[in-house]
């Protein structure tokens, strides 16, 4: 069962929330995009660090290419995934951001790179928060049209009722 937020806010609240939402949303979303890109096009410059240092040994053990190669796939999996977070799949760029930075992480802790693994840790989880705010945001449109439409027809039907009277 679905429950409508003007059950329990009234529509000054709601719209008041629903840009809250909205502001939120563009602001992750543009962090995440333009990070994944900028980190994406990095990863053929070396301009913020030299990432093959970040190869963990045993990805190189089992991936049969160089450094150099792997890290230039994953910059060009970092850029896509930075269009799909601006492209009308925000959501699915996000998720794809969460769970690449995830695995990056995972290459981190076999690296003995704790800290930064970490610090992956939590942006992968802000992209699954962008995510869920890309949901959320859905959803609110939605009801928002659902709303408007049951408006409309209330609208449509008080002449009738008049003209019973």
Do not use: C
């Not at 602001?27 to 990863?43: E, H, Q, S």
């Not at 009308?88 to 690449?100: E, L, N, P, R």
């Amino acid at each position: 069962m679905q429950t409508s937020l003007l059950v329990f806010f009234d529509e000054g609240m709601v719209n008041f929330l629903k840009q809250d939402i909205e502001d939120v949303w563009g602001f992750l979303k543009a962090v995440y995009g333009t990070a994944a890109i900028v980190v994406g096009l990095d990863k053929f410059t070396f301009l913020l660090a030299d990432w093959t240092g970040y190869v963990s040994p045993l990805v190189l053990s089992v991936v049969p290419l160089p450094a150099s190669a792997i890290v230039n796939i994953v910059g060009i999996v970092e850029i896509a995934a930075g269009i799909i977070i601006f492209s009308q799949w925000t959501k699915i760029g996000s998720y794809i951001v969460s769970a690449w930075i995830t695995v990056v992480a995972l290459n981190l802790v076999m690296n003995g790179a704790y800290d930064i693994a970490v610090r992956d840790l939590i942006i992968a989880a802000g992209a699954f928060v962008l995510a869920k705010f890309t949901i959320i945001k859905e959803k609110a449109v939605q009801e928002e049209v659902h709303h408007s439409m049951h408006h409309s027809e209330l609208m449509k039907m008080k002449p009738s009722l008049k003209s019973v009277v």
